[in-house]
């Protein structure tokens, strides 16, 4: 599923304009990225969280050479899905 798809079926559940169901949906991601961006978790009840990580600096290898490179810090994002969304995906 697309972004389009997504305002697509917003459009056509909530009786909005297409151009009000993009903004609606921009709107969610903004402030879902937004949040992330502050290392803030979010949680949907039903759905899952998603959370920012801190990874420490660490040595790795260059798997084409063998040599020893560092590998900076980053952040990174986790996603867990809920119990309801695992039981949905897998009842058959």
């Not at 697309?2 to 151009?19: H, P, Q, R, W």
Request: net charge positive.
């Amino acid at each position: 599923m697309t972004k389009a798809d997504l305002i697509e079926n917003v459009y056509l559940k909530t009786g909005f304009s297409k151009k009000e169901s993009a903004e609606i949906v921009e709107m969610v991601f903004d402030l879902i990225k937004t949040t992330l961006e502050k290392g803030e978790k979010i949680k949907i009840a039903g759905f899952g969280n998603f959370v920012v990580k801190e990874k420490d600096s660490r040595r790795g290898r260059n798997p084409q050479t063998g040599d020893e490179i560092e590998i900076t810090s980053r952040r990174i994002l986790t996603f867990k899905p809920s119990q309801v969304l695992k039981a949905s995906i897998n009842t058959d």
